[in-house]
């Protein structure tokens, strides 16, 4: 459900400011979809009235068509079973998605976001059609498919088309099955362009660079691209997978003589417009690295998971001044709330204690992980998102005051209860730039 317009004043009982929660707030969108005003709700009159408002979350990575995977690859079929055989599995999904099924998945997925909480998604894109690679009209499509979809449901969209060239480290042809994830470089570097220049004026549509990973993509066509950013697009995010695997691990040190982390801040410079996905298997060093840049991780806890990929030390991270965001990855899950449940309890079933992460403070490690993912998303998108303030986004999302788990709780006590307890059924209406793209009734 979407209004015509945006709400211009918004009133809310409660809301999550930078600085925490405020009671009675006035939340005035502009035209644009920008707030213009946070103040006192008696600034002046409000043309909609909202319980408890928080910032919607950024989902930082998801591979849209991977949601037609769910439950089809949980049964056990070998010793072993890892990253790689699941790998199988979804290549065979891939090869058949044309431009319609893409943007068939992805209208059903961005909206099953939307519901559960998440107003900006980040799609990285490497499904480019299994086509004539010296033309560039599947690979547009397969992405303008993507586009259609978030403009459809409503949802802010970062798409991050995706090169990837190689099957492996050592010049490792692409396998049959690789075939529609590869462009050469000028037919890449042609999508960007037109992609940029297609789109500069859809205000809920941006765009970011994104190597596939170490693996699949060799350094020339690496620094082609960033070439091409510094050229074109300097402001906008790079994101790339990095350190998921212990064997990608290694194969980049036989091929490199560096772990790719290493590899990365030798050759380029990271910054805080980088997003570094999974970084599951970093030495302390590296970590290091990572925080000094303001390089955000980017991690996909239920994805991670569920591919048994590893544990990345969270607690630790934060405790140095760490930057994370959270992702669907593989769309096992699309809820924010259950991303970071996941991320909370590993770090205690790992340590042995509660409130692992021991953030101190008055509000609950909920709420504190919640705002720490949206400091990560906001940065690793560069995009105004994330926050409720002036210059930001209106991408807004309620918490019910009308369900049971709701009564007698502080809006704090009720946004841990939404990420521990309840999950989607605490989310109410949902804006987007001031427009209401989730209305909440059930
Ligand atoms: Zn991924």
Redesign the pocket.
Known sequence: MSSFRPYKAIGANWALLPDGWHQSIRIVVDESGLISEVGSLSDGPTDLSLNIVIPGMVNI?S?AFQRKLAGRTQRFSKPGDDFWSWRTSMYADISELTPVGQFEVASSLFSEFLSNGYTTVCE?QYAHGAVDKENAEIPALMSEALIRAGVKCGIRTLILPVLYQQAGFGSRPATSEQRSFVLNTNVFLGLMDHLLESYSNEPLVSFGYAPHSLRAVEFDAFRDLMDHRKANAPMSPVHI?VSEQVREVNECMLSTGLRPIEWLFRHFKPDSKWCM??STHTTKEERDSIIAANVTVGL?PT?EGDLGDGAFPLADFLSKGGQFAI?T??NVCVSPSEELKFVDYQARILARKRNAFQFGGQVGSGTQLYQKALEGGRSATSLPVGRIEVGSHGDIVELRADHPLSENKSADETLNTYIYSAGKDLIGKVLIGGKMVVNGQI
Do not use: N, P, Q, R
């Open positions: 990575h591979h990285f997978h996905i999974h996909c994805t992702g990855d593989s």
